[in-house]
């Protein structure tokens, strides 16, 4: 599985932004069971924001996103799509999407996002910089 995440960008407080993260697939079967989103901002951990199951759309956010997110996905043009409003100062920081190709992660068994160590794809990140 090969990730592309796009995107990101200088947006203002309160401003919108779409991410999104292509999906390379090999041969005719799914390549993966979720999806996830993210984030590091400098100096601080990797944390998981969002993520969609493959097997029923179910999605999980943090309770730092929740209401301002939404994670969905094209699977005609396997794509994921991260959309971002109300955009927060804190909300900066690079933005990664992530593959789980084993179907263990706590997102595709409906227990929450999980951790960075249930992915074993990641695309190469997008920045993403919300200041006035």
């Known amino acids: 599985v090969q990730l592309q995440a796009s995107g990101g960008g200088l947006v203002q407080p309160g401003g919108s932004l779409r991410l999104s993260c292509a999906v390379s697939?090999?041969?005719?079967?799914?390549?993966?069971?979720?999806i996830a989103w993210f984030r590091q901002a400098p100096g601080k951990a990797r944390e998981g924001v969002s993520c969609?199951?493959?097997?029923?759309?179910?999605?999980y956010y943090s309770d730092s996103v929740k209401g301002r997110f939404t994670i969905s996905r094209d699977n005609v043009k396997n794509t994921l799509y991260l959309q971002l409003n109300s955009l927060k100062p804190e909300d900066s920081g690079v933005y990664y999407c992530?593959?789980?190709?084993?179907?263990?992660?706590?997102?595709?068994?409906?227990?929450?996002?999980?951790?960075?160590?249930?992915?074993?794809?990641w695309g190469q990140g997008t920045q993403v910089t919300v200041s006035s």
């Open positions: 992530a593959a789980d190709s084993r179907g263990m992660s706590p997102c595709f068994i409906g227990r929450g996002i999980g951790a960075e160590k249930d992915y074993g794809y």
């Open positions: 697939r090999r041969g005719r079967s799914s390549d993966y069971y979720a």
């Open positions: 969609i199951a493959s097997n029923d759309d179910s999605s």
